[in-house]
């Protein structure tokens, strides 16, 4: 196929033609087949066991290697293997640093939280708010904000890859999200958490090698990997030590460094989706070497898609498709490359794009997987009419929720296409939402003498100010993200502009792909207006984006602290056994020694009812 037969009108700028081919389709269905063959084996080979733990935890005895592959299809979406490579092509190689924050974010998981949750036998992660804070109105209040944000991720998950890959399929965005959610409800319904977990084997083993082979087809043709940096260098896509301490500036070595972290700490600390596959496994050794594979492993996806950026401007570095009009968003670049450059090896559009419905499927699942325990956990499995069921009664119940899950989140994903510009601010508000949670969470296992007040005041705080600034930042900044230079020179098929270097603004890109629970510029109009030179005049709402977390888990760390100080701190007595980092649990009790001296039974009393009491909003909530 040629490059004129791939330019469609300018009205809409997308690509049209046979781009998929009988072979492609037959790939991409096997794999489709495979993923429900592979939920119906695993609902068969379950039928002795009908407990609620087993259909969730897999028993707690699950074998570590597929459950290693899951956790990295849990937390990769098709958002990150379209976005990631879009980012490095439009704005340059600073985002890969982020791998650093990852690499911090699963240190802390590992030496932190995991040896806590663990030890607790917890199905839901929030119950540990209940058992931490004393407060069940607090866990439900962060459960609501998990659940939240959950049925909106796998409806942006579903949606919008879809609209980039009509690029290639020529489905419309409306059966591929329909398509995709039946088959996610269907196999998460009949085998639950192991029908996700050796499903995400799969889908994750193709998400890595579709990739990798489109990447090294590409790079050999180019001449190898040099001429790949090289084109980079010269495009100056290269950056990795911008050290500028601004926090207005969208992506530099901090910024990018607090965006991994977050996104770790959020996706695999506190995440019901990763916690129930942490939890699954024999012992808490096993856990944590988990850790270390997921730290290694998602790294290594990263840098791949990051790689994958590099050779897109290689490729297209004299003829920029989305300056010529043959593509009308970024996200399309890999989607386009595939067609444009590899469509005489027949099958490999089939190929890439099982990859990335690998990645669809493998976070849809997981994230119905996670709403659905959520919802039995902290809603409904204490309610009367559910306390008395068998295990087996049990079971119905939560398959029958989580084929709810799935209907709603497919539901979702045709809502998300009608949003619009609303769009940008409900997935802004859906990241500012993790940030105090994850506050109140380290608050719990790090700072041992935090109450519930304390706890509750930190997040709210922490939510507001977040929250303005991100809906601030959508309706009043004036900051822009200026994407680099772009050519079309070497585009055969029409003149040479009068200037050989296309510069554009991103107004409306104002987010990476990385971290999903942002801006998604899969669903942003770009804008081809020329950037405003000289000095630009920033305010608090142009801040980056990607300080919003760990400003977010500031916040609610110090408010917290402070209020707790204020309204009487926890004694070392008056916690559970269990809910706090050893290590500070120590420090706890030395501290307490030295300014409160021993405890008595009174005073141990009195801040153990003072946890339960002390906050009327949680008794209103419930």
Known sequence: MSSEELVTTAEDGNLSGPTFTTVDYTVFSLMLAASVGIGVYSALKGRGNTS????????????????????????????????NPSEVYAFGTQICTSVLGIILGCLFVHQVSLPVLFNLKLVSINKYLELRYKSRPLRQMASGAHLLYGLFLMGLVLYAPSLALTTVTGLSTTVSVVAMGIICTFYITIGGVKA??????????????????????CTLDLGGVGVVWDSALQGSRVEFLNLDPSPFIRHTFWTTIAMGLHYTIYLFAFSQISFQRLVSVSNVQTSKRLCLVFAVGLSLLYLLYFFSGMVAYAVYRDCDPFS?????????????MVIDKLNHLTGLSGIFVVAVYGGVLSSVSSAANSVACLLWEDFLKERSCFRDLSNEGATKALKIISLGAGVIGTCMGLLVGQLGGVLK?????????TGPINGIYIAGMCTPWVNTKGAVVGSLTAFIFSAW?????????????????????????????????????????????????LVISTLAEPSPTASVHGSPKYSLYDISYSYTGVMAIFITLVISNVVSFCTGPLSPSSLAAGVVNPTCGRLHKWLWKIFRGPETAASDSHESKGGNDKLEILTLVE
Request: aromatic share 8%; net charge negative; charged share 10%.
């Open 469 to 517: 600034i991100s809906v601030g930042n959508y309706l009043y900044s004036e900051g822009e993200a200026g994407v680099l230079p772009l050519s079309t020179a070497g585009c055969p098929e029409s003149p040479a502009p009068p200037y050989d270097t296309v510069y554009l603004s991103n107004t409306s890109e104002t987010g990476t792909l990385l971290y999903d629970t």
């Open 324 to 336: 010529s009009g043959k593509i009308n968003k970024f996200d399309q670049i890999l989607p386009f």
């Open 425 to 433: 601010v409900v997935t802004n508000i859906s990241g500012v939402i």
């Open 196 to 217: 996700v977990v050796y499903t995400d084997v799969l889908q994750t083993s193709l998400m890595f090698l579709g990739v990798l082979v489109v990447v090294v087809i």
């Open 52 to 83: 609620s733990e087993d259909y969730l935890l897999g028993g707690r005895t699950m074998s570590p290697v597929p459950v290693a592959f899951s956790l990295l299809g849990g937390v990769i979406s098709a958002i990150s293997i379209l976005g």
